[in-house]
């Protein structure tokens, strides 16, 4: 039997989800979430973030919540760091890994995190050598790289610019993000394409919004173009409150229906995922945006059989 090739779900549920939520997820809900979520077969989590409780409350537990996890061999567990003060709680903590993020957009991000594109690179300096002093590994974000809806088209050569930062701080991978769900698969394609060439010894990653309804399609693309690792959400859950239109992420469990029903590997068990969905609704007392969390994936019959049509 021949392998099936993989691809590799990074889920950031726990924090790009539940941030913006708000209802507070409690504690000890959050760790259950997490460890169904490994359960299901998600090599790589990301957990928490450790910022100030006064600008994110949902997340003022991250400590309590990296705590009570059980770390599973072969997970990733992640943690998103924001500055200094934040690296020193992710320091403390049993994360594999620290996630940096910063805006290819000005205005994005002085709306996001109170500083230009320039100072939060310079600050990325520090908390790159501590974590790779410390034996973590380091992810980075892009944020708006394929569109801001303050600024509009975002140049390639601002993603670059990023991407350059990343590579001299020892960044792993970094995450391409659709804030607002503004790309489109030809654009994917094209810019992923480039990046690649660009970046042979960094790891990509694709992070889309379903603002607008294409966030599946143009992770196809982005497969198609080359990457092999993608971000979702268990149920849809996130959003970003300083873009106008940033909906949910695309939904974990779309995402692994779409790449099994090509015939990819995601290593993930769907009626585990599954479990880890029904946890969320049933916590936050709403519908999840997911599309099968409520019609499952596909019952196919084997060949020969009779089938009804609709």
């Known amino acids: 039997m021949n392998k099936r090739e993989k691809v590799t779900i990074y889920e950031v549920g726990p924090r790009d989800g539940l941030q913006y939520e708000s209802q507070f997820f409690p504690t000890e809900q959050k760790i259950k979430l997490v460890d169904l979520l490994a359960d299901a077969g998600l090599t790589r989590i990301e957990v928490t973030s450790f910022v100030h409780p006064k600008a ?58 109170a500083m230009s594109l320039e100072d939060s690179l310079k600050g990325f300096t520090e908390i790159a050598r501590l974590a790779l002093e410390a034996g973590r590994t380091l992810r980075g974000y892009v944020i708006t790289a394929f569109g801001c809806p303050h600024e509009g088209a975002v140049p390639l050569d601002s993603v670059r610019r990023i991407l350059d930062v990343y590579a001299e701080l020892g960044v792993r991978e970094a995450s391409l993000g659709d804030t607002t769900g503004m790309a489109n698969p030809p654009q994917v394609k094209d810019m992923v394409r480039r990046l690649l060439e660009a970046y042979p010894g960094m790891g990509l990653a694709a992070h889309f919004h379903d603002s607008r309804g294409l966030g599946l399609v143009n992770s196809y693309a982005a497969f198609e173009a080359g990457i092999r690792v993608f971000d979702s959400s268990i149920g849809g859950l996130g959003g970003c409150p300083f873009a106008k239109g940033a909906s949910g992420n695309i939904p974990t469990e779309d995402t692994v229906n779409l790449f099994e029903e090509v015939g990819l590997d995601t290593g993930v068990d769907f009626d585990k995922l599954l479990k880890a969905g029904q946890l969320v609704k049933e916590v936050l007392d709403a519908e999840l945006a997911s599309n099968t969390s409520k019609s499952g994936r596909p019952n196919w019959q084997p060949s020969g059989e009779e089938t009804n049509h609709c």
């Open 56 to 113: 994110v409350p949902a997340l003022s537990d991250s400590a309590q919540v990296m705590a009570g996890i059980k770390k599973r061999p072969g997970v990733t567990y992640s943690v998103l760091v924001p500055n200094m003060k934040g690296c020193e709680g992710a320091l403390a903590s049993q994360a594999d890994e620290f996630a940096l993020f910063v805006s290819a957009s000005q205005t994005h991000n002085q709306k996001n995190v």
